[in-house]
Structures are given as C-alpha cells and as structure tokens.
C-alpha cells in the first residue's frame, strides 16, 4: 500500500510538472537550470497511507514496564489561561483597553465550527473582546479579504485568525496576504515563519500549536538542547513551524513525512516525538524509543454518534500502545488541543500589549 | 573536547538567558510562559570542536573499492553561464536592457574580497552590468542603509548582494531589511525564507549556495524524493535553506549541529550529506554510509603562503577519505563554489526578466 500511494504520489507529481510545462520549457533556450523554476509545482498532496501496522488492533505490551506520565494539557492550559485573564484585567484596570481577536470562518466544517466556538469562549472566559465574521461556503474570494482588511484596519481588533482549511475555491495565500503582519496571531504569514526559521531574528508571534508543545515540553521538565526529535508530518501550520522552533532550542530535528522510506526507523531512535500527520493511530509502539516523550497534535475527527458533536478526536499516536514504552506523552483530547487555544490567548495579550506599549 | 564544547555553550546560553532577565522575568506576573520570550536568547555562536576525528590524519581506506565519481562544479557552473550570457545578449538585443547587480563590501576581509572579485568577474563575462560600492572597515550603520537604500531604487539594479559577514558592529538584520525584496537575490530576506519553507507557497529568489547543491544532484542524476538526507550546519546562509529546499524536494531531512550527540552516527545513515558547518574536515569517512553522495560547502581559508592569495579553501569533508565510501562528492575548490556564483547570475537575470517582464 505504501508503494502504492509513492507511485501515485509520483504521478501526481508528474502529472503537476507537466501541467507546468516543466518538461517542456526544459528544451526551451529560456530554461537554464535543471532545477525546477516552480517550487509550487513539487507540492502534491499529504496522502498518507496507514501502514499495515497500523491497521492492527492496539496489542498492549505487558511487560510490567511503569507507564509513562500523562502531559496534562489541560491542567497547564487552565494555569496559563487564569494568568492571561489576571494580565487582561490588569491592563484594562491601568489603561481602559482590553485585547481583541477577530475570527473569521468561511463554510460550516464541524470540525471548524467547534474549533471557533472553543477559541471564542476561551477569549471571553479571559476577558478578551472577540469578534466573530462568518461567511457561507460560497462567498466569493473577494468578500474574505474585504473582511481581513477591514479588521486589520480595526485598532481595537490586536489579532485575526481566518480559520483553515479554507473552501476550495478560495487562495489562501491571498487572503493570508491582506493579513497585518502585527495582527497575525497564528504565526502563519511567511514573514512570521521565515523569522521563526534564522537564527538571530524575532518572529511576531510563534504559530499557537507549536508554542503550546514547547511550552508543554518545557513545563514537564523535558531537555530539548541536544535531543534528537523527530517531527512526523510537515504541514506549514504544525509540522514546519514546529521543527523549525525545536531547532531554535538547539534539538536535532529530522522531518518525516509521507514519502519517508523508514519513518518507523528514525522516530524510533528520537528522544522527543512530535506526531502530526493527521492520521489515527499512525503511530505504534515499534515506532517509539523506549523512555521517548511523545507529543500528539494529531486530532482527526472520526465519527461517533454517541459524542455530542456527532464525532470524536482522535490521535496520530495509539495512546493505549505508547503508553507503555514512552515516558510521558500527551493525551487526545486534552494534550495540545487545549495548549493551542492557550497560545492563541498569549499571543492576542502580546499584541495588544505591544499595540498599547502596555508593560 | 566536545563535552567541554557543549558546556562552554550552555554557560554562554545561561549568560545570554540571564542578560535577558529570563529567569528574574520568570517570577513576574507577565511572564505568563515558561518558554522563553525573546527566541534570540537561545542564540550563540555555533562554535565546532573538531572531533578527535577530525584531528587524525587521513587513513586511506584501500578496500579496493571504486572511488567515487567527482561531481564538477566548476564544469557545470560553466555551462550554466554560457546560457545565461546566451539569455544575457537575448534580453539586451530584444529590449536594449541588460541585468544590474550592486555589490557592496564593507571592510577588508581577505576571503570577502576575493568572493566579491570572482562574482564582479562572472558578471561582466556573462554581460551582466555590476556596480562595486566599497565601504571602510569602521563606517556607520547608516552609510550601509543608505547605500542599499541608493540600490533598492535603481532601476538598472535587479540585485543587490551585501557581503556577509558584516563587521561586528553593523546590524545585519537592519541593513538587510532595507533591501528591496525584489532586488534580494542572495534570498536571506526573512520573507524568501519563509516563502522557500512553507509548502504552495514560491520565495522569489532561492539563497545561491543551496540552489547550487540541487542544481549539482539534479544534473548528477541523484534522486532527491524521498531520500535521507543529513545537512551539517544550520547557517541562515547555507544550512538551514538547504534543508528546506531539500524538504521541498521531498527528501527526509535531518539537520546536525554544534550540540547533535551523535553527529557521525546519524550522518552515516544519509543517502545524501550536505556539509556546511564551516569546519575544515569535520566529516571523516566513519561518518559516510557507503555510496552516500556528498556535496561539500564549506570553504574554510586556510594561510598558505604557497598560494597566490596567502590562503586556500578546505572543505569539511575529508575528500580523501570520503572519496573512498562515497558514490558522488563534490571537491573543493570546484564544486560548490562556482555553482554558487552561477545561481547568483541566475538569480541577477530572473530578476531583471521578472522588472522587464522578458520572457
């Protein structure tokens, strides 16, 4: 199954190429490199394709071993949260002005809807001014950017998450575009990234997920300087950012993705596991060093209809497996989930703080 | 050595941590996470020991087996500038306009001033105009801005290229940022970066060094997808675009730096090695799985009286060792190096065709 989603993978990306006249332009005088002018045209699709391991039912290891601690992501998220409501209320007591965080959803995802509704309580429970634009699926490209444009120029709005995936037929790169650099709280803009990247430079803001799995590494006491960690995805919203972050604090970080030959291999030689592929329970326990902190910001939802949304999240990690050879891992739900919207808080508080000048 | 190394490094971070009042911030009610605020704190310099290693002299491996091929750099660098002075003579015969690339050069560096010889040479050989703007080794920040600044708004300048390193009390971050993005065709602005990392989206200038290294294994014929590939170093110059161009070529990417543990063993596990810590012989032949391909950028200047300039260039690959293990490798001088000022041609003409809109 595995060649054949690579085989398939190679005739997208073929098929790409040639949709690019790649293969074409080559002949042409214009064309001096061998290189591909487009790196557009290298990008396919993250089809990952479970591995027969697994398909296999958890088959829990009964060695007696000590389980590992569970990273209470909503514990620390809770602590965090309570400090950024004191840090609100301090700030509207000395100054009369309070964060605000404008949320724009396009469609009726579920998944996304519950994302949003979870970000917009979190802010009021904290004292954070929220403001909720919702566009129907349809809407034309135009009417998004109207609106990102409209809340960048808004001086009481300090940060404005367009919630992804977005509908097909918009460009996302365009709508993130007519984002203000000092507005985007998700990190996602490729100035915030490319800053995350260079040594000696400051991002704005530091994508939420990822902030919230260093903060959760941190507070457990895990070493990262000079771990190996592996990141297992490499979308620009988790993967990227967080293996560009890990490096920052100086781990070894290696990226496998979905045409890594041996992911099972590498992952199991890291100390540090940050599985974000988005498929459930990719990750098994022949996958894991025995002792490895696992981090799981895998939340696939899967149907359920016995959950109250009709669905339930479920993780990159079999949790039941890891639990048994990892000496600590996070929890799906209440692992990153929790720690992300967190950050969202952190990060709108930092640019109101920095809009006001607020110490 | 390498322990003493790595604690000289954790005593330079906590220096840097505590410069920064991390750990007194910590007890303050708005240091809300335990991560640290300012990412640049966990910077240092990336000071290599060599290895007990690298401090051997070169035992030839004499198992008989086939040395591996040497990849020609300056050979294909060559035929790169002859199309693009092809491409050159098209653009001025067409529209009576040719490339501008501005150079500037702050103080005396030996090594610098040679680098920026051999680009204003390839320039006029291939018809590319140049501008050579020299600057005292004590000028003011400012007269750096201003000279960039002078360049961004030439219109006859399609490239502006300020030689790194700058001295050390120049801001290197300041005196980029006013470099026109358009006009950035050594790609180090924090936006190319970020645009080179993330998946759909296109920086428009890839860094020279980096897309030199892709154009050699492309034209070697060496299979990038899905490859293991290793890159030694993580300078915002060569490391860390390599590896993200790497990435976007869809090979597995593991990058080793100053505090890796087990630099030898994780790089003997790569297909592919891309070496730019900047250490002369750093990568002995137990580092090389046995028919890796390995591309050499590091350039050290070593004093050599014998040579013409007082110095000459080591790479950080034991060529005599690894020629032995390797399939492929590049030397040095002749393998990267030329190439670099090649894509920096490339890039001059790409961007003067995008000013024109020649096609």
Chains 1, 2 share one sequence.
Not at 330 to 357: C, E, F, H, W
Request: charged share 20%; glycine share 6%; hydrophobic share 40%.
């Amino acid at each position: 199954m595995r060649i054949i989603a690579i085989m398939k993978s190679i005739e997208q990306r073929m098929a790409a190429a040639w949709r690019n006249k790649y293969i074409i332009r080559r002949a042409l005088s214009t064309q001096i490199l061998m290189s591909p002018q487009s790196l557009v045209s290298l990008d396919f699709p993250e089809n990952w394709t479970p591995t027969p391991d697994s398909l296999r039912p958890p088959t829990l290891n009964c060695s007696g071993a000590q389980d590992a601690v569970t990273i209470d992501g909503k514990l620390i998220a809770e602590d965090i949260r309570s400090t950024v409501a004191t840090e609100v209320k301090r700030m509207k007591e000395a100054i009369g002005k309070v964060p605000g965080l404008a949320v724009i959803l396009v469609g009726q995802r579920r998944d996304s809807q519950t994302y949003v509704r979870n970000k917009i309580k979190a802010c009021e429970e904290v004292g954070i001014k929220s403001l909720f634009h919702e566009l129907p699926e349809d809407c034309p490209q135009d009417a998004v950017v109207s609106a990102v444009s409209s809340f960048s120029e808004d001086p009481s709005i300090h940060g404005i998450l367009v919630q992804l995936p977005l509908p097909q037929h918009l460009d996302e790169v365009k709508i993130l575009n007519a984002l203000r650099l000092e507005k985007d709280v998700d990190g996602f803009h490729p100035m915030n990234m490319g800053n995350l990247a260079m040594r000696g430079r400051e991002p704005l803001f530091i994508p939420c997920a990822p902030k919230g799995c260093i903060e959760l590494l941190i507070r457990s006491g895990v070493e990262i300087m000079g771990k190996n960690a592996v990141v297992i995805g490499r979308s620009n919203v988790v993967g990227l950012p967080i293996a560009l972050l890990l490096q920052r604090h100086h781990a070894t970080v290696s990226v496998v993705h979905v045409l890594t030959d041996n992911p099972e291999e590498i992952t199991s030689e890291a100390d540090i596991v940050v599985a974000a592929a988005g498929v459930p329970n990719l990750v098994r326990s022949n996958w894991l060093k025995p002792g490895a902190v696992v981090i799981d910001v895998g939340t696939c939802p899967v149907e359920d209809p016995s959950s109250e949304y009709g669905y339930r999240l479920v993780g990159d990690v079999c949790y039941e497996e890891a639990v048994k050879v990892a000496s600590a891992i996070t929890p799906v739900p209440g692992g990153v989930g929790p720690m992300t919207i967190a950050m969202l808080l952190t990060n709108t508080l930092d640019s109101a703080k920095r809009a006001y000048q607020f110490v």
